[in-house]
């Protein structure tokens, strides 16, 4: 199973983005997928989920700025980033969970950086 996903680069403040995560190798339907986020010197941090039925969850920095959807004819989550800040600024990771099994896949990374 890859997760691969692409979208990130350098965009002044107020700025917007849209992340994608394309999984391959498995059925991803069936999959929760997540977008983590990781500052220099901090931890890595859930920013938003979707869960295979389409339901969706934000930590509260990010509500109203952010959106989660996901495209399973194109085996795809998104993460759209509006009104962007420094303080999102991060290296920004898709994360796949199969919650019957505990299956954990994770993407390399893509760095986003806000700044003017």
């Known amino acids: 199973v890859q997760l691969v996903e692409s979208g990130g680069g350098l965009v002044p403040p107020g700025g917007s983005l849209r992340l994608s995560c394309v999984t391959v190798g498995t059925v991803f339907s069936i999959y929760d997928m997540r977008w983590y986020r990781q500052a220099p010197g901090k931890q890595r941090d859930l920013v938003a989920s979707?869960?295979?039925?389409?339901?969706?969850n934000y930590v509260q920095s990010v509500k109203g700025r952010f959106t989660i959807s996901r495209d399973n004819a194109r085996n795809t989550v998104y993460l759209q980033m509006n009104s962007l800040s420094p303080e999102d600024t991060a290296v920004y990771y898709c994360n796949a969970v199969w919650v019957a099994s505990g299956d954990d896949y994770w993407g390399q990374g893509t760095q986003v950086t806000v700044s003017s």
């Open positions: 979707i869960t295979s039925r389409g339901s969706t």
